[in-house]
């Protein structure tokens, strides 16, 4: 039987009861399919009923065939070593007993001597120099994420299900798990906002508020087609509101004609000249004519509002995200901020960085790019301030603000409302709620605490309590940006940044987002220091 993925009327709700995904319908053959959506519409939730950690509450889930499993946290044990990731501790320590002599006749006849070659081979396949021996936390978050890969790789199983599997990489990494997925023949289903990684998908399936849609060819297929669905419901909702208008119009000028007919009546029935209980019947059959009217005019009208209200609800999800940032009135020769000859570290005698200089001025947009460990996150430590440098000056000499991955900038217990409010004391209660509408945080949305969001929702509410208000800082600061933005977020502050008149230093190893916010200066860190 050949491997397959079927939900049934798949159907889940939040813990406080909401539904998170509804008679969800979907089949997945050998191919390799890109799932995609905005954050917290369920995608994560539905990789989890696929594995069966989650059993859903309506419909069914059947899996035929093997699943290899890549989530977007791998924390190491205490003495993990990369064997471990590939199950393979035991057979190892049979070769290695085996090699030393220590091993008798029945082992020697089990042990795979070929098996720690295959191991390395799948490593490098990932673009990964690392022995099986080698201990997990040795690695970077990045490195160990392509050694469960490649793990997962070496367990040919019918069907990858990948969590976002190029977070936290470099561009090496990024570029091998690419090459590796594009080679792929078996299923592969692939949660992701990586644009260049769902250009080799073979089908794309977007998850919405409406449900579960397939659309055939890889990620430029998608946009392509998207922007034909968006059109057309576009063309819906201006035809609808016609409807409505035009139901509107035809319901008064009945009221209007049925009045002057009441009105005539009335003036008949005044010069007394009819039978008394004919008057009565006209009344009965003109109120009977009225109620009859008026009932058709609200069904007409309800249904042409139920038809504008789907066409909207269609236009909400088709619509990206759109942002637009104040000025921040930056001058052009400005220097933003001066690193002079810095040396800094964590362990004496072991500098990170050693002898950096850069140098940042007026709205320059300056990337920094770089392998895992090559110093990125000790520089924006330095920059502000969480680090002191052992030798050298920092200087920022303009009000900036850091996005860090974690949006650290924001108070967990407190909602995204308030925190917009203590970020932006002079903003009253409409202009904060004004900026938050902006990016996608309406009415009862502003009141989610900060620490109930997901991590794509978290940097989106950052986003928009630093660069919302009036007046945004003239320096702003990420560290990986895309990481946990859906794509729709990412190209909105893709366009917002290119708007944006202040300066901007950018870690990111995404190449696709560094493009289109304008990067044009590198500073690339190696790990022998910067480039």
């Given at each position: 039987m050949s491997a397959s993925i079927t939900l049934a009327g798949v159907g889940w709700s939040l813990p406080d009861g909401r539904p998170l995904l509804e008679n969800i319908d979907l089949t997945f053959q050998r191919e390799r399919a890109g799932l995609v959506g905005r954050n917290g519409v369920g995608k994560t939730t539905l990789l989890r009923l696929l594995t069966g950690e989650l059993t859903p509450q309506a419909g069914s889930v059947s899996v035929t065939g093997r699943l290899g499993v890549l989530r977007q946290n791998l924390a190491p044990a205490p003495g993990e070593t990369v064997a471990d990731l590939f199950g393979a501790r035991a057979a190892l320590d049979l070769l290695r007993r085996a090699e030393s002599g220590e091993a008798n006749a029945e082992e020697l006849a089990e042990a795979d001597w070929t098996l720690e070659a295959r191991m390395e081979a799948a490593l490098a396949r990932v673009g990964l120099a690392?022995?099986?021996?080698?201990?997990?936390?040795?690695?970077?978050?990045?490195?160990?994420?392509?050694?469960?890969?490649?793990?997962?790789?070496?367990?040919?199983?019918?069907?990858?299900?990948?969590?976002?599997?190029?977070?936290?990489?470099?561009?090496?990494?990024?570029?091998?798990?690419?090459?590796?997925?594009?080679?792929w023949r078996a299923g592969a289903i692939v949660v992701s906002h990586d644009r260049e990684l769902l250009e080799t998908m073979d089908a794309i399936v977007e998850l919405t508020t409406l449900g579960a849609a397939r659309y055939g060819g890889n990620w430029s297929a998608y946009r392509a087609r998207k922007a034909l669905e968006l059109a057309s419901a576009e063309h819906d909702l201006a035809h609808a509101e016609r409807e409505v208008a035009e139901i509107a119009r035809a319901a008064q000028a009945r009221a209007e004609r049925q009045d002057r007919r009441d009105r005539g009546g009335r003036r008949k029935a005044a010069k007394d000249d009819e039978p008394r209980i004919l008057l009565g019947?006209?009344?009965?059959?003109?109120?009977?004519?009225?109620?009859?009217?008026?009932?058709?005019?609200?069904?007409?009208?309800?249904?042409?509002?139920?038809?504008?209200?789907?066409?909207?609800?269609?236009?909400?999800?088709?619509?990206?995200?759109?942002?637009?940032?104040?000025?921040?009135?930056?001058?052009?020769?400005?220097?933003?901020?001066?690193?002079?000859?810095?040396?800094?570290?964590?362990?004496?005698?072991?500098?990170?960085?050693?002898?950096?200089?850069?140098?940042?001025?007026?709205?320059?947009?300056?990337?920094?790019?770089?392998?895992?460990?090559?110093?990125?996150?000790?520089?924006?430590?330095?920059?502000?301030?969480?680090?002191?440098?052992?030798?050298?000056?920092?200087?920022?000499?303009?009000?900036?603000?850091?996005?860090?991955?974690?949006?650290?900038?924001?108070?967990?217990?407190?909602?995204?409302?308030?925190?917009?409010?203590?970020?932006?004391?002079?903003?009253?209660?409409?202009?904060?709620?004004?900026?938050?509408?902006?990016?996608?945080?309406?009415?009862?949305?502003?009141?989610?605490?900060?620490?109930?969001?997901?991590?794509?929702?978290?940097?989106?509410?950052?986003?928009?309590?630093?660069?919302?208000?009036?007046?945004?800082?003239?320096?702003?600061?990420?560290?990986?940006?895309?990481?946990?933005?859906?794509?729709?977020?990412?190209?909105?502050?893709?366009?917002?940044?290119?708007?944006?008149?202040?300066?901007?230093?950018?870690?990111?190893?995404?190449?696709?987002?560094?493009?289109?916010?304008?990067?044009?200066?590198?500073?690339?860190?190696?790990?022998?220091?910067?480039?």
């Open positions: 690392a022995s099986p021996d080698t201990p997990l936390d040795r690695l970077s978050g990045g490195q160990r994420t392509r050694a469960a890969l490649a793990a997962l790789v070496f367990g040919d199983p019918d069907f990858l299900l990948l969590d976002e599997p190029t977070n936290n990489l470099d561009r090496e990494g990024r570029a091998a798990v690419i090459a590796l997925l594009a080679g019947t006209w009344k009965r059959r003109a109120q009977e004519t009225r109620g009859e009217a008026a009932q058709l005019a609200e069904r007409q009208r309800a249904q042409a509002q139920e038809a504008a209200a789907e066409a909207r609800a269609r236009i909400e999800v088709l619509q990206p995200l759109s942002v637009s940032l104040a000025p921040t009135g930056l001058p052009a020769g400005r220097t933003v901020l001066r690193v002079d000859r810095v040396t800094a570290g964590y362990e004496p005698g072991r500098p990170v960085l050693e002898g950096f200089s850069m140098q940042l001025t007026g709205p320059e947009r300056v990337a920094v790019t770089g392998p895992n460990g090559s110093g990125k996150t000790t520089l924006l430590a330095l920059l502000t301030g969480r680090l002191a440098p052992w030798t050298g000056t920092v200087e920022v000499r303009v009000p900036c603000a850091l996005l860090d991955q974690e949006v650290g900038l924001l108070e967990p217990g407190a909602s995204i409302l308030d925190n917009f409010r203590r970020l932006n004391p002079e903003a009253d209660v409409n202009a904060c709620r004004a900026a938050l509408a902006r990016f996608m945080f309406r009415a009862d949305a502003a009141l989610q605490r900060v620490d109930t969001l997901s991590g794509g929702q978290k940097l989106r509410a950052g986003l928009a309590c630093v660069v919302g208000g009036a007046r945004p800082p003239e320096l702003l600061i990420f560290d990986e940006p895309t990481n946990h933005l859906d794509i729709e977020a990412i190209e909105a502050v893709e366009a917002g940044l290119r708007s944006y008149d202040g300066a901007l230093l950018i870690v990111s190893h995404d190449e696709a987002f560094l493009a289109n916010v304008g990067a044009t200066r590198r500073i690339a860190l190696g790990r022998g220091g910067p480039s």
